[in-house]
C-alpha cells in the first residue's frame, strides 16, 4: 500500500503501552494527498488521555517509554494544528510542544510515515510537558493567591483602624454634641443626656448641604470635617482629659464675602454667664448685657463697649464654657435684639482687625466648648496656670508688701500742681495721723514735663533725690507712672522719628509717625515695641531713672485699644491693638520692676497688679466695684489693684461720658457716707488705694471707722489674702470670688451679685446704695460668724434684714466644720 495513501492517524492510549502490546496504525486515506506535499487539513482529535492520576506525578516518577514505532525524526517547520486535549480542554500551540519536549521542527515532512513519527514523538512527550506546565502554573498560582491575600488582608486591617478610630471618634463626639449638616444646629448634653446648651453655626452661610472634604483638605488629628463649597469649610474634634469633655470647632472662611458667625442660646432658666470681662454700663453678669456686634479689645466702658482688660473667656452655670483662640479677629454680640443669645464671628475691619495673618488672608473663627460636672471644677480646670513660673526672688514679698501696705496715690489736676512739696507734705500726713500704715507712694505722669520725656522735671523736684531718700528711711516706696506715649513737645519725640522708634501711618513706609492723644498730651507718637532697637532705648532711660532717684518700681499707664492711632502700623503686625500691651510689659518685666499696669489680656507677671479702670466718684461708682472685681477675678486676674477709695474723677450731673483720651482731674473730698461705705467694701480687697486721707474730713466718726477698718484688715483680710495667694499663684484662681465658687450647685450662689468671698473662709456682704442700712445676706453651706456681733450662723439659708449701721460693714468667717453652736 502507498505510504502516502494513508489517512491522518488518531491514536488513543488508555494505559501506558507495554513491551508486548501490539500498535495499530490507522491507513491514510489517499484523498488528503497534495501535490506539493502532505497536508492535513482537518485534525478533530489527536489524543485522549484518560488516565488523570498521572498528571500529578512529578517528573522523576514518570517512566520513561520506549519508542515502538521507530526513532525520532526531524521534524517540520510548519505549524502544526491545535491539539485539543479532551480532558483539561486546555488548547496549546504547537511550538511549546517542541519547546517542552526539546527537539527541532528545522526540516520538512518527507513520507507520510513522518506524520505518524510526528504524532507519536508528541503524543509521549505530551504527559511531561503538561505536568511541568501544570507545576509552573501552580507555583504560580499560588504565590500569585499569597500575594493578592496579603494586600486584601493589609487594605481590611488598615481600613478596620481607621473605621474603627473615626467609629469611636464619631460616637463620643455625637453622644453629647449632635450637630445637624443641613440646618447648621448643635445640641450639647450633659452625661445624662439632658440638652444643657444649643447653638447654630455659620449663620451667615447660604449654602445649605454640605460635602465631606478633600482628603487634602483633612487633618491628622481625627478631626471631623465639612465643606460649604466656595464658602467655608468647618473642622470638629474632641478630647477628654480629667473629666472634662472639649469639642474644638473650628471655621475656615473661604471666600472674601465670607464671616463665620456661630450664635448660642442663653435662657433664663438655664442660670448666668460670666466671664469676658467689664462692659458698658457695667451689666453683670455678662448674659444681662445687650449690645449689637462689636469688635473684642479693651476701651472705655464708658464709651466704649469693654473695659480695660478682656479674656476671651466665658462660663456659664449650667458647666459649659466657651474659650475662643487669642489669634481669632474676633467680634461679640449679647441678647441682640433681645435674642437672648451670644454670638461670635470672625471679620477684619480697619482698624482693630485690619491686619490678615493667615495665609489666604480669610478671617477663621476657632474657640472650643468645655462640659463639666459643675462651674467650679469646669472653672479651675480651664483657668489653672501657675503664675510662679519666671518669678525672682524677693518679688513674692513685693506682693505681700503691696496686700499689706495702702498705695497712696498723689494726685494733682495739672503738670504745675505737682512737685516735690506737695508729695512730701502728703506722706507727711499719713504719718501723722497716727494709725495709717506706711506704704507706696504712687506718682502720676506730671513727675515729667512732658509724656513720653522719661526724666525727671528738675525745676519742679530740684531736690527730689533728697525727698525720696527721707521717704525710704520712713518705710515708703515711691512708684513712678510711664506710658508708651511720646508728646510731640517732647526733646524724645525728634529723636524717635529720626531713628524710627515710633509705631508709623499705615502705607507711609515707615516715614511718618502715627499720631494720637492722650491725657495731657493732645498729640503724641507711641514708641513700637516690636521693633529691637527701641527697647533697649526706652530701658536705658528707665534705669537711669531708678539709679539717679532711687525710685523703687514703674506703674504703666497703656491706655486702651482705642488710645492706639487708628491708622497704625507696627514694625510687626499685631493681631489687635491689645497685643501690644503684652509685648510691652514682657519687654521690660525682666529689666525693670513693674508695680502694676492699667490694662491687659493676659496676667501680667507678678508683682504685677492689674489696676481697675477709673470710675467716678458716685454711688454708681462704688456699684461697680465688685462686678469689676469678680469679672476680672474669674477670667484669670486675681491680683487686683483697685482704684482710689472715693473715686478717680467727679463729673458734672449732665456729663454722661468722657472721652478716653481725657486727662481726668482728683475729685473733690466725696461725701462722707460715700467714702467710709467704699472705705468699707475697699478693706476687703488685695489691695487698697487712697487719694483722699480720712483725716481730711477731720471728723470723729470718720477716724473711729478707719482705724476699725485697718484692724479688720491686719487681723483678719491680710491672713485669709496669704493663706490663698499660694494657690493663686499655683492654679491661677482668684483670691476674691463670686459665691458660686465655694458653692457652684447651689441655686443661691449662682445669682448673689453684690457679695463676694475671699478665699474660701470670708464672706463679705457691703452696703453701696446711698442711705441703706438693712440688706439682705446669703451664707453658702458651713457655719459663720458674724464680724459684726460675733454670733454664729449656719449656712445654706438667707438672713433677712440684716442690720448694717453707717459705721459697720457684714463680713462672715468661716468657722470648723464641727463647730458646734
Same mark, same amino acid.
Given at each position: ?104 521542527? /528545522? ?25 511541568? @506546565? ?172 469693654? #473695659?480695660?482688660?478682656? @479674656? ?81 526672688? #524677693? ?52 513727675? /515729667? ?49 529720626? @531713628? ?135 477670667? #484669670? ?15 458734672? /450731673? ?126 453658702? /453651706? ?25 459705721? @459697720? ?13
Amino acid at each position: 500500500m502507498d505510504p502516502l495513501s494513508c489517512p491522518v492517524p488518531t491514536i488513543v492510549i488508555d494505559r501506558p503501552p507495554e513491551d508486548n502490546d501490539p500498535i495499530d496504525l490507522p491507513s491514510i486515506d489517499n484523498s488528503e494527498k497534495k501535490s506539493n506535499g502532505v497536508s492535513i487539513s482537518d485534525v478533530n482529535e489527536i489524543v485522549s488521555i484518560e488516565d488523570e492520576s498521572s498528571e500529578t506525578e512529578s517528573d522523576d516518577d514518570v517512566p520513561k517509554y520506549r519508542s515502538y514505532l521507530r526513532t525520532k525524526r526531524r521534524l517540520s517547520v510548519s505549524p502544526l494544528a491545535v491539539l485539543r486535549l479532551h480532558n483539561t480542554r486546555k488548547e496549546m500551540i504547537a511550538n511549546e510542544f517542541d519547546r517542552s519536549g526539546g527537539v527541532s521542527n /528545522q526540516n520538512s515532512i518527507t513520507s507520510v510515515n513522518s506524520v505518524a513519527s510526528l504524532l507519536k514523538e508528541k503524543i509521549q512527550t505530551f504527559p511531561s510537558m503538561m505536568r511541568r @506546565k501544570k507545576k509552573v502554573t501552580s507555583d504560580f498560582k499560588i504565590k500569585t493567591f499569597i500575594t493578592i491575600l496579603f494586600l486584601i488582608i493589609v487594605f481590611l486591617v488598615g481600613y478596620a483602624y481607621i473605621m474603627y478610630h473615626q467609629k469611636v471618634l464619631t460616637r463620643l463626639y455625637f453622644d453629647t454634641v449632635k450637630f445637624g449638616k443641613d440646618d447648621r444646629s448643635i445640641h450639647l448634653h450633659n452625661q445624662r443626656g439632658q440638652e444643657i446648651f444649643k447653638g447654630m453655626l455659620g449663620r451667615n452661610i447660604n449654602e445649605v448641604k454640605p460635602f465631606r472634604c478633600l482628603d487634602e483638605n483633612l487633618r491628622d488629628d481625627g478631626s471631623i470635617c465639612f465643606e460649604w463649597d466656595k464658602n467655608a469649610r468647618l473642622y470638629f474634634n474632641y478630647e477628654v482629659k480629667d473629666g472634662i469633655e472639649c469639642h474644638d470647632i473650628k471655621w475656615e472662611a473661604l471666600s472674601q464675602d465670607v464671616y463665620p458667625q456661630d450664635c448660642y442660646d442663653l435662657p433664663a432658666n438655664k442660670g448666668n454667664w460670666y466671664g469676658g470681662g467689664i462692659t458698658k454700663s457695667n451689666e453683670f453678669p455678662i448674659d444681662r448685657a445687650s449690645f449689637d456686634m462689636s469688635p473684642f479689645i479693651t476701651g472705655d466702658s464708658y464709651s466704649q463697649q469693654f #473695659g480695660n482688660a478682656v @479674656k476671651r473667656y466665658f462660663i456659664g452655670a449650667e458647666g459649659v464654657a466657651i474659650k475662643i483662640a487669642d489669634d481669632v479677629p474676633l467680634h461679640i454680640s449679647m441678647n441682640h435684639n433681645n435674642s437672648r443669645q451670644f454670638c461670635m464671628k470672625a471679620m477684619h475691619d480697619q482698624f482693630a482687625f485690619v491686619n490678615r495673618l493667615t495665609p489666604n488672608g480669610m478671617p477663621f473663627l476657632k474657640y472650643k466648648i468645655c462640659l463639666g460636672k459643675d462651674m467650679r471644677s469646669l472653672h479651675q480646670f480651664l483657668t489653672q496656670q501657675s503664675l510662679f513660673d519666671g518669678m525672682k526672688q #524677693g518679688e513674692l514679698s513685693i506682693v505681700h508688701s503691696i496686700m499689706e501696705e495702702p498705695v497712696w496715690q498723689i494726685s494733682a489736676n495739672g503738670v504745675d500742681y505737682l512737685n516735690t512739696m506737695s508729695i512730701y507734705n502728703f506722706t507727711e500726713q499719713v504719718v501723722n495721723s497716727g494709725f495709717l500704715r506706711i506704704g507706696h507712694v504712687l506718682i502720676n505722669e506730671f513727675w /515729667q514735663n512732658e509724656i513720653g520725656d522719661y526724666k525727671v522735671d528738675e525745676e519742679r523736684f530740684k531736690d527730689l533725690q533728697e525727698k525720696v531718700d527721707i521717704l525710704h528711711r520712713r518705710g515708703f516706696k515711691v512708684v513712678f507712672t510711664i506710658q508708651p506715649f511720646i508728646s510731640t513737645d517732647s526733646p524724645n519725640f525728634a529723636e524717635a522719628v529720626q @531713628k524710627k522708634f515710633l509705631i508709623y501711618e499705615r502705607l507711609s513706609e515707615r516715614s511718618i509717625p502715627a499720631l494720637t492723644r492722650y491725657k495731657s498730651s493732645v498729640s503724641a507718637g507711641v514708641l513700637d515695641v516690636t521693633n529691637n532697637n527701641a527697647v533697649p532705648w526706652l530701658l536705658e532711660k528707665l534705669k537711669k531713672i531708678i539709679d539717679d532717684y532711687k525710685i523703687d518700681s514703674f506703674f504703666i499707664d497703656f491706655g486702651t485699644a482705642y488710645n492706639m492711632p487708628h491708622y497704625y502700623q507696627c514694625n510687626k503686625s499685631l493681631v489687635n491693638p491689645d497685643y501690644y500691651k503684652s509685648i510691652f510689659t514682657s519687654s521690660i518685666e525682666d529689666h525693670v520692676p513693674i508695680f502694676g499696669v492699667s490694662g491687659a489680656i493676659s496676667f501680667p507677671r507678678p508683682p504685677a497688679f492689674l489696676s481697675l479702670p477709673p470710675v467716678n466718684s458716685s454711688w454708681e461708682g462704688l456699684q461697680s466695684v465688685i462686678p469689676a472685681v469678680i469679672s476680672y477675678g474669674v477670667i #484669670g486676674f486675681p491680683f487686683i489693684l483697685s482704684g482710689p477709695v472715693g473715686g478717680d474723677y467727679s463729673l458734672p /450731673q449732665n456729663y454722661q461720658k468722657i472721652p478716653s483720651y481725657q486727662s481726668l482731674a482728683q475729685p473733690p473730698l466725696p461725701d462722707k457716707e460715700l467714702f467710709i461705705r467704699w472705705f468699707q467694701l475697699a478693706t476687703f480687697l488685695p489691695a487698697m488705694r487712697f487719694s483722699h486721707l480720712p483725716s481730711e474730713y477731720k471728723n470723729d466718726l470718720m477716724t473711729e471707722v478707719a482705724k476699725e477698718l485697718f484692724g479688720i484688715r491686719q487681723k483678719t483680710v491680710i491672713p485669709i489674702l496669704k493663706k490663698y495667694l499660694s494657690e493663686s499663684m499655683n492654679e491661677g484662681l482668684p483670691l476674691v470670688r463670686p459665691l458660686w465658687m465655694l458653692e457652684s450647685h447651689d441655686a443661691a450662689c449662682l445669682n448673689v451679685y453684690d457679695e463676694f468671698s475671699v478665699g474660701e473662709e470670708l464672706i463679705v456682704a457691703p452696703i453701696v446704695q446711698k442711705g441703706q442700712t438693712v440688706r439682705e445676706v446669703y451664707l453658702p /453651706q458651713g457655719v459663720w460668724k458674724d464680724g459684726v456681733d460675733g454670733s454664729l450662723r449656719k449656712g445654706s439659708r438667707w438672713i433677712h434684714n440684716y442690720r448694717v449701721p453707717e459705721n @459697720k460693714v457684714a463680713y462672715f468667717v468661716k468657722m470648723p466644720d464641727n463647730t458646734r453652736f
